[in-house]
């Protein structure tokens, strides 16, 4: 299998949002965005699961057996200071947290490493706008 085809199929990982009534996780490949826009990714390959606004609401977080994080306090909640280094693990999938890397919470290294065709630049550009985007959504 070339290395491509399996990170496609790594791809097919996101979790798209549901009508209340279907409380059925389907899995479809992960949309392309641009690595430029955190937001974009964002609104693609997270607000399903992590809410538009990231409060942990997404249309398919009620079908997951472990509700995503509130992501706009995650400063609120370490003292006022965005936990930058341990966001941006999070998002690739390098922390030892039990939901990671599970259907739960995606490890979205292996995912952008497909989509930006394994150049670890973009990668780390993907998940460092990422992280951006969610500290700019932080409450005080
Ligand atoms: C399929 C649903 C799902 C998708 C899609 C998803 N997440 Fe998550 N996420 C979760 C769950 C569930 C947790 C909670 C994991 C835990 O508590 O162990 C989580 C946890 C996290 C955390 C850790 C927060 C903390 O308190 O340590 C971060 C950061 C995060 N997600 C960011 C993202 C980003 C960025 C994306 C999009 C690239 C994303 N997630 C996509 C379900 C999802």
């Known amino acids: 299998m070339s290395q491509s085809k399996k990170f496609a199929i790594l791809a097919l990982m996101v ?9 059925k996780i ?3 490949p992960a949309p392309y965005t641009s690595p430029a ?9 997270c607000a399903a ?7 942990g609401d997404g249309p398919a977080a009620t079908a997951l057996k472990t509700s995503p994080t ?3 306090t995650l400063a609120k909640k370490n003292g006022g200071k965005f936990p930058a280094n341990h966001v941006y693990s999070s998002i690739v999938g390098d922390l ?6 599970t259907p739960d919470m995606p490890m979205w290294g292996n995912v952008y490493s497909g989509m930006s065709k394994g150049r670890h ?10 992280t951006s985007y969610i500290e700019s959504l932080q409450v005080q």
């Not at 826009?37 to 390959?45: I, L």
């Not at 699961?49 to 409060?55: F, Q, T």
């Open 15 to 23: 979790i798209v949002g549901l009508g209340a009534a279907a409380q």
């Open 26 to 28: 389907k899995k479809v």
């Open 121 to 130: 630049a973009e990668v780390q550009q993907r998940v460092s706008n990422l």
């Open 70 to 72: 509130d992501l706009t």
């Open 37 to 45: 826009s955190g937001k974009d990714m964002y609104v693609n390959h």
């Open 96 to 101: 030892n947290v039990p939901a990671h890397g």
């Open 49 to 55: 699961c992590h809410g538009a606004e990231a409060k």
